[in-house]
């Protein structure tokens, strides 16, 4: 069993910068994958960003590649998405996603564990 809780979500202006965090329970994190999804009001929730459990392999959206970097520190628990040049469309609720070996998928079913998520709102 896994929890998740996001944080670091907030009201930026286009442009700026966020960090949200993800905080895992459990002494397995070193073996589980992690993701990024994120959903928008009306829309579907859609993948951002994904690491590997092992290797350190990553995987962006095609909307996000150069602009977000998600990272991991095992010995903390934790999981990272660094938000840069955010853009007004980037507006959703940002959820982090655990897998059990997962390979920086990018497919929800890859997924296990999910946090409640945490609100990203860029203004224009």
């Known amino acids: 069993q896994v929890q998740l809780v996001e944080s670091g979500g907030g009201l930026v202006q286009a442009g700026g910068s966020l960090r949200l965090s993800c905080a895992a329970s459990g002494t397995l994190f070193s073996r589980y994958g992690m993701g990024w999804f994120r959903q928008a009001p009306g829309k579907e929730r859609e993948f951002v960003a994904a690491?590997?459990?092992?290797?350190?392999?990553?995987k962006y959206a095609d909307s996000v590649k150069g602009r977000f970097t998600i990272s991991r520190d095992n010995a903390k628990n934790m999981v990272y998405l660094q938000m840069n040049s955010l853009k007004p469309e980037d507006t959703a609720v940002f959820h982090c996603a655990a897998g059990y070996y997962s390979r920086a998928a990018a497919t929800q079913n890859e997924y296990t564990y999910w946090g409640q998520g945490t609100q990203v709102t860029v203004s224009a």
């Open positions: 690491i590997s459990w092992i290797g350190g392999i990553t």
